[in-house]
């Protein structure tokens, strides 16, 4: 069974800069995450999704970030414009379920993708 | 508001002895809560979980201990190998809302030395 594929692995921009990162999750997974991990943090949610529809983005720095996921599969997310802060892994994840009653709780992530903002 | 927290940044081990990987929290609404283990470029994986109805869960060299009245977790390996090495993340969440978010801890740096 495939993973969760994200790209680029790596990014280096400057700061005011747009980027965009993608996700495919695992196949059948109907709910999709989005984490950022800052150095030295833990990874924070940012946004989530049940099919293609949000779920959660109350964490998501709305006016410089957006997510999409069209027809409930891959997913999107942008930053513009990019600032010094924004330098962090950007961790895609995806479940069967959301974490509702009765699931384990397990995601499964992606290998992430490592931006830097000079 | 750190909910999770990982107080020990590192923890140094000796291959062959046990490792205790420390996790307090402070949200009494989180009822299950897991271990997920993370090498370095690559994404976390899931290691073992635990409910709050139970207060211990093995899964070979790995257990996982619950103190609910002192909203308090820990992982033990026994014994510890040089590949067990890297980051550990501590993280809880409430079934009880409707789809829940999965909060991190900061992360402990485990180091297995041959």
């Known amino acids: 069974e495939a993973g969760v594929a994200q790209s680029p692995r790596y990014k280096i921009i400057e700061k005011r800069q747009s980027v965009a990162f993608w996700c495919n999750p695992i196949?059948?997974?109907?709910?999709l995450y989005w984490y950022q991990q800052i150095l030295g943090q833990g990874p924070k949610l940012l946004i989530q999704?049940?099919?293609?529809?949000?779920?959660?983005d109350s964490q998501l720095p709305k006016d410089r970030f957006s997510a999409e996921r069209l027809k409930g599969v891959d997913s999107t997310l942008k930053i513009q414009p990019a600032k010094l802060e924004d330098s962090a892994v950007y961790l895609c994840a995806s479940s069967h379920r959301g974490l509702a009653s009765g699931n384990t709780g397990e995601l499964f992530f992606g290998e992430g993708s490592r931006l830097t903002v000079l | 508001d750190q909910q999770v927290k990982q107080n020990s940044p590192s923890l140094s081990v000796q291959e062959g002895r046990i490792s205790i990987l420390n996790c307090d929290y402070t949200n009494s609404m989180f009822d299950y809560f897991l271990w997920y283990k993370k090498y370095p470029a690559e994404g976390p994986t899931f290691l073992i979980s635990?409910?709050?109805?139970?207060d211990k869960n093995e899964d070979g060299r790995f257990t996982v201990f619950l103190n609910k009245s002192a909203k308090h977790l820990s992982l033990h390996i026994v014994p510890s190998q040089p590949g067990d090495s890297a980051v550990y993340f501590c993280a809880a969440y409430g079934r009880g809302t409707s789809y829940g978010k999965l909060t991190f801890g900061q992360g402990t740096i485990l180091t297995v030395h041959p």
């Open positions: 635990i409910s709050s109805i139970k």
């Open positions: 999704f049940q099919n293609n529809g949000v779920v959660d």
């Open positions: 196949s059948g997974h109907a709910t």
